[in-house]
């Protein structure tokens, strides 16, 4: 299995973390993992990416050119990125701030109202992410729920634990999404 | 200890840590900057001493006078920062103290660009400041492997009392991989440094110095110097990925050696005999060891990103037998594993029409 992410929006918006999260996750089931961020200049308000791997064996370049996976959380992202993709590759859209359609047909395609369902469904908006991730996690199976959850309770301070379980219910909701197509 | 998932320069932060070193002196530069940032909260933890200098320039002289004094203590920094520094590091060379520095390379020449690179190959294993010295060079090509070679290098530096460079890249720095660090030990025994200027009551005074003024003196010092550099030679280290019969053997070392090694695995799967001989000290060479990954190599491919650097030093270790060619990318952009097959396949069926 080999599995290349980029995830991309605005700085702030927790791609980030989001990617660090996941490559934990791959860690959590002793796989080999990497993470890299796109560390070059950026003017507020610009883009932010990183690129994550999920390997049965070990990671060559940890920079990725062509991702099975695209992630994009704001328009400039997929604007930017869309190109890239694999051939057949998965393009995950947040359609809470992408107003636009993918230009491409040969990629399989979930637009997913992150930041609208984690409102109406939970109440609470910053959990979107976590919707994004968890129909990643259901399209792919690149790594299982309860994996995230591990690297949540690593990479979480132990007084922030109590939120785990409203990020298992964003993640389940994701996978629900993901059943969808 | 389980496996953490962490940042190459912070991980290397917190190796050097656990091989005892107490004093850091640097100045902020991308890509490195969370080797500081790290030890400037881990170094007061444990009693040591993190300072931000108002310069480079400051930082390695601040290096030379603490490892003067007979500490551990190390400087990190990228290529241009590098640069800045050189006068300290042939300083330190020449008083023979030991020290580590870590290059976290970025695209060059000038201020260049933060993108990673490895052009400054020259400058680290051929001297890089003015006189006849060298630094043992270490190149890690994953974070395991850099925490690993952490407390080498300050041993290495100890026993030679000479400068070790870690030369790392701008993705080595930036990117985050699962780690695990050796167990802690609770009394980290030291070499003992007699010669360490430490208060001269009750002993004749040391003198730490790389001013020589009779050439007689400065000769016989020379000598002494370069028969060090010999001796280094035992210290060579490398690996070799699938080289036993490769017809077509790649040199790269550093990240440019990840991405040669899954072109090696492409070119197997198309039936190509390919394989990748991975330098890990850059000085001393592993010169008989390369020698003998390409006794049955028809073509030698170097994977660097640079514009051609370690390829002259692959061609003169393999004293001009195989033809040895060069790829590599420049000023922070990376190889791709496509582009390196593609090579590959070039020089693999090289040859052929002749044949035919």
Redesign the interface.
């Known amino acids: 299995m080999l599995q290349e992410i980029i995830l991309a929006g605005f700085g702030g918006q927790g791609v980030m973390s989001m990617g660090?999260l996941l490559?934990?996750a791959g860690?959590v089931e002793d796989k080999?993992?990497?993470?890299?961020?796109s560390?070059?200049?950026e003017m507020r308000g610009g883009t932010a990416n990183c690129s994550v791997t999920i390997s049965d064996v070990?990671?060559?370049?940890?920079?990725i050119?062509e991702p099975d996976t695209l992630i994009v959380l704001n328009r400039p992202s997929l604007e930017k990125f869309e190109k890239d993709v694999k051939p057949g590759g998965l393009l995950l859209i947040n359609s809470s701030l992408i107003d636009i359609e993918p230009q491409r047909h040969d990629l399989k395609v979930l637009t997913i109202p992150a930041s609208e369902l984690a409102n109406e469904r939970l109440g609470n908006s910053r959990v979107s992410n976590m919707i994004i991730l968890g129909a990643f996690v259901g399209l792919t199976g690149a790594v299982t729920i309860e994996s995230v959850i591990g690297a949540l309770k690593?990479v979480l301070p132990e007084y922030r634990h109590n939120l785990i379980p409203l990020n298992r219910q964003a993640l389940e909701i994701g996978i629900e999404l993901a059943k969808g197509i | 200890m389980a496996?953490?998932?962490m940042k190459g320069n912070e991980a290397l932060g917190e190796a050097a840590i656990r091989a005892g070193c107490r004093y850091f002196f640097g100045y902020p530069i991308?890509?490195q900057n969370e080797i500081p940032q790290y030890l400037a909260k881990r170094l007061p933890e444990v009693g040591g001493v993190f300072l931000q200098a108002e310069s480079e320039i400051a930082a390695i002289n601040m290096v030379y006078g603490a490892a003067g004094s007979g500490a551990r203590v190390m400087t990190s920094s990228s290529s241009p920062g590098i640069s800045l520094k050189q006068e300290g590091i042939t300083y330190i060379a020449g008083a023979e103290l030991p020290c580590v520095i870590v290059n976290m390379q970025r695209g060059g020449p000038g201020l260049g660009s933060?993108?990673p690179a490895q052009s400054d190959y020259f400058q680290a294993v051929k001297g890089g400041g003015h006189g006849d010295y060298k630094l043992l060079v270490l190149a890690p090509a994953t974070i395991q492997e850099m925490v690993d070679m952490m407390g080498k290098a300050f041993d290495l530096a100890d026993e030679y009392r000479n400068p070790v460079m870690i030369l790392g890249d701008?993705?080595l720095g930036?990117?985050?991989?699962?780690v695990e660090f050796p167990a802690e030990e609770t009394a980290l025994t030291l070499a003992e440094k007699p010669w360490a200027t430490t208060g001269a009551k009750g002993r004749k005074p040391n003198l730490i110095n790389s001013l020589f003024l009779d050439p007689v003196e400065l000769e016989q010092h020379n000598h002494h110097l370069q028969r060090k550099y010999d001796r280094m030679a035992k210290e060579v280290l490398w690996e070799n990925y699938r080289t036993d019969d490769a017809e077509v053997v790649l040199v790269g070392y550093g990240?440019s050696a990840?991405?040669a090694?899954?072109?090696v695995d492409l070119a197997r799967a198309h039936g190509i005999k390919a394989g990748l001989f991975r330098p890990i000290t850059l000085f001393p060479f592993p010169k008989a060891a390369l020698q003998e990954a390409c006794k049955q190599a028809n073509h030698v491919l170097t994977v660097e990103m640079s514009m051609g650097q370690l390829v002259e030093d692959v061609r003169y270790n393999l004293e001009f037998k195989v033809p040895v060619h060069f790829y590599g990318r420049s000023g922070g952009m990376?190889p791709?594993?496509r582009a390196v097959l593609e090579e590959i396949i070039r020089w693999a069926h090289s040859g052929e029409e002749d044949k035919a």
């Open positions: 660090q490559a934990y860690l080999h993992v990497s993470w890299i961020p560390y070059g200049p070990e990671v060559s370049s940890p920079i050119t690593k | 496996k953490v998932l991308t890509p933060i993108q701008g993705i930036q990117m985050m991989e699962g990240s990840r991405i090694k899954a072109a990376v791709t594993t």
